[in-house]
């Protein structure tokens, strides 16, 4: 493939995965995750991890690693919903 279609690519993956941190570091600071549906996120997470495979698939790693980060990602932030709905739930 052309060097340049690898960097836009490349560019594109980093930028898209780093488009989930705002909201991850939102989360955490707030402490809060009402407003985040489990279901579009779940959707969202499923269609990241098949892209992975994807990726994997066709051997490309900018597929591959911003998927696989974006899929950490989106699991660091089902987790912290869980958690704060949790603590909200049990008064801690």
Known sequence: MHPVVEILGSLAA???????LPQ????????????ISLVAI?????????WT???LFIGSWPVI???AVTFLFIVAIVGMKLHY???VQTGG
């Open 42 to 50: 779940g959707t969202i997470a499923t269609g990241v991890l098949l």
């Open 14 to 20: 980093v930028i898209t995965t780093l488009g989930w």
């Open 24 to 35: 991850l570091l939102k989360i955490r600071r707030e402490k809060k995750a009402d407003d």
């Open 65 to 67: 690693m911003a998927n």
């Open 85 to 87: 709905a949790r603590a």
């Open 53 to 55: 495979f994807y990726g």
